[in-house]
């Protein structure tokens, strides 16, 4: 069940990168079949910064709107070295990246409830 839940997000990840970046000048993506590469790569790495921060000691953030901003550069600056990684994907700048997490997010907010 777990690893059916981990391909449902990665999917409905892939799939809001592909509409980001059909919906917004700053996003770019070639194709789907891309965006599905880019939302494992965000998820390995995503899962790699959390690892690292609890290995050096970094205190959860807690709940609230900080929490929440924090966690948004976070996200961000993995979807920045993410964009550095890989050649199919381009965020043109900190500002878009900032949007595609926030997107991200609400997205997989309103469909976690779901599944």
């Known amino acids: ?20 970046a059909k919906s917004l000048k700053g996003i770019s993506v070639n194709g789907y079949k891309s965006a599905c590469i880019v939302a ?19 205190p959860r953030w807690g709940s609230g709107l ?8 976070i996200n961000a600056g993995i979807i920045m070295l993410a964009n550095k990684m890989l050649d199919n994907f381009s965020v043109k700048g900190f500002k878009w990246a900032l949007i ?8 997989s907010s309103l469909i976690g409830g779901v599944i």
């Open 66 to 73: 900080i929490a929440f901003a924090i966690n948004m550069c």
């Open 100 to 107: 595609l997490a926030l997107i991200c997010a609400l997205v």
């Open 1 to 20: 069940m777990i690893l059916l839940s981990f391909i449902i997000n990665l999917l409905i990840t892939a799939l809001v990168v592909f509409l980001c």
């Open 40 to 58: 494992l790569v965000l998820a390995v790495l995503n899962a790699l910064a959390t690892w690292l921060m609890t290995l050096i000691g970094l």
